[in-house]
């Protein structure tokens, strides 16, 4: 079954730019879904952005503006997260959530990246 993977995080001053990537080993399938959230010890997981069959993207109120998801053009399993202008509150576990209608039909998460926002 497929394995997510998410890459790109680490610490960065208020203000800076982080890029997180999210890729799947064990399958070439195009994905149909995906989405970023993230956690913080003893808190809720949240959304950050996810991006529907038809590519449309919702993204978390307090990232609107500040944050980017995307796909890769050219690699059916991969999205982007690029996060701009971070602030301390950004900091915590990021998570990609990839889905897939053929193959291995169903919802995968990765283990998490985390980031830190130093202020």
């Known amino acids: 079954q497929p394995q997510v993977v998410e890459s790109g995080g680490g610490l960065v001053q208020a203000g800076g730019s982080l890029r997180l990537s999210c890729s799947a080993l064990?399958?070439?399938?195009?994905?149909?879904?995906a989405g970023w959230y993230r956690q913080v010890p003893d808190n809720m997981r949240e959304l950050v952005a996810r991006?529907?069959?038809?590519?449309?993207?919702?993204y978390g109120d307090s990232v609107k503006g500040r944050f980017a998801m995307s796909r890769d053009n050219t690699e059916p399993t991969t999205v982007y997260l690029q996060m701009d202008r971070l602030k301390p509150e950004d900091t915590a576990t990021y998570y990609c959530n990839l889905q897939w209608e053929v193959g291995a039909a169903g919802s995968y998460w990765g283990r998490g990246t985390p980031v830190t926002v130093s202020s």
């Open positions: 064990h399958t070439n399938f195009r994905i149909s879904a």
């Open positions: 991006m529907d069959s038809r590519g449309s993207i919702l």
